[in-house]
Nanobody, 112 residues
Framework: QVQLVESGGGLVQAGGSLRLSCATS?????MGWYRQAPGKQREFVAL???????MYADPVKGRFTISRDAAKNTVYLQMGSLKPEDTAVYYC?????????WGQGTQVTVSA
């Protein structure tokens, strides 16, 4: 059974940093982070492809970094220069064998 478990969310002041983690029960090469703010649709944040390439949504470029520790089956999202508009539930997503898997989400709240 494929499981994804996020952690690392919390409350932080604007300008601060947080690192989110997503631990997977199996090795998944294509991993991404998404977020959903209250009253809004879930949106793409960052992607780490099978080849190791990265992609970022425009609002987070230069502030967020996605990375992987393959030995730990864990993907990270390092978030810096946080803004109140980054407040959302953050979800990791893994693509394996044509199926997408989601974690339960972790809340990030950025105060002004």
């Amino acid at each position: 059974q494929v499981q994804l478990v996020e952690s690392g969310g919390g409350l932080v002041q604007a300008g601060g940093s947080l690192r989110l983690s997503c631990a997977t029960s199996v090795s998944i090469n294509r991993m991404g982070w998404y977020r959903q703010a209250p009253g809004k649709q879930r949106e793409f944040v960052a992607l780490l492809t099978t080849s190791g390439s990265t992609m970022y949504a425009d609002p987070v470029k230069g502030r967020f970094t996605i990375s992987r520790d393959a030995a730990k089956n864990t993907v990270y999202l390092q978030m810096g220069s946080l803004k109140p508009e980054d407040t959302a539930v953050y979800y990791c997503n893994g693509q394996l064998g044509g199926t997408g898997y989601w974690g339960q989400g972790t809340q990030v709240t950025v105060s002004a």
